[in-house]
């Protein structure tokens, strides 16, 4: 079964924009929780992440809102730039998984000029 | 300051050959991990290491042996390679629970 899910494959923003990645997680011992970013050819790179006691956390044009009851997080990037495209990875995990991560499977965002 | 590196960088293999992938950190993390990217799939875990001398199987460690050789180095095997294993192979390496992850092996096996 699939723990951490990106329902959407693709977005698409204009720049300027605020682009919304969502990620859902249907276990509810997660504690901790982390985008990635991934150019192609590249490895993913940590983006900004959050800790279940919060349900904000904010740097520069990245946003990370956490909805415990709903089991939803989002990813807001205001404003959006065209060096943003790239695939985002939501990631979970718990202390008692000894750091393993869990990933959804990627939303890929373009940001057209 | 090299953070992952990963060789090779590319590789095809034929159906039932095999090879290691070489991974080395050298931020001093005990945990490293391997993973594989397959289209619509994410990034699935084949094997972790928490600390120097344990190893632990991930979601997908089928077909694949790994070694913690030191704490810097943590290499994946695959003994007899199968076409399902043509991925991408991503290292990574912790302190916490961020994960640094290398560049990946592009490997494709017909």
């Known amino acids: 079964d699939q723990q951490v899910k990106q329902n959407s494959p693709s977005l698409s923003v204009q720049e300027g924009r605020i682009s919304i990645l969502n990620c859902d997680y249907t276990?509810?011992?997660?504690?901790?929780f982390l985008w990635y970013k991934k150019y192609p050819a590249e490895g993913p790179t940590f983006l900004i992440s959050i800790s279940s006691i919060k349900d904000k956390n904010e740097d520069g044009r990245f946003t990370v809102f956490l909805n415990k009851s709903a089991k939803h997080l989002s990813l807001h990037i205001v404003p959006s730039q065209p060096g943003d495209s790239a695939v985002y990875f939501c990631a979970a995990s718990n202390d008692n998984q000894g750091g393993k991560l869990i990933f959804g499977q990627g939303t890929e965002l373009s940001v057209k000029p | 300051n090299a953070g992952v590196t990963q060789t090779p960088k590319f590789q095809v293999l034929k159906t039932g050959q095999s090879m290691t992938l070489q991974c080395a950190q050298d931020?001093?993390?005990?945990?490293m991990y391997w993973y594989r990217q397959d289209p619509g799939m994410g990034l699935r875990l084949i094997y972790y290491?928490?600390?120097?001398?344990?190893?632990d199987k991930g979601e997908v460690p089928n077909g694949y042996n790994v070694s913690r050789l030191n704490k810097r180095e943590f290499s994946l095997r695959l003994e007899s390679a199968a076409p399902s294993q043509t991925s991408v192979y991503f290292c990574?390496?912790?302190?916490?629970?961020?994960?640094?992850f290398g560049p990946g092996t592009r490997l494709t096996v017909t």
């Open positions: 276990n509810s011992m997660f504690d901790y």
């Open positions: 990574a390496s912790s302190a916490s629970y961020e994960q640094y």
């Open positions: 931020m001093n993390h005990n945990s």
């Open positions: 290491s928490a600390s120097e001398g344990t190893t």
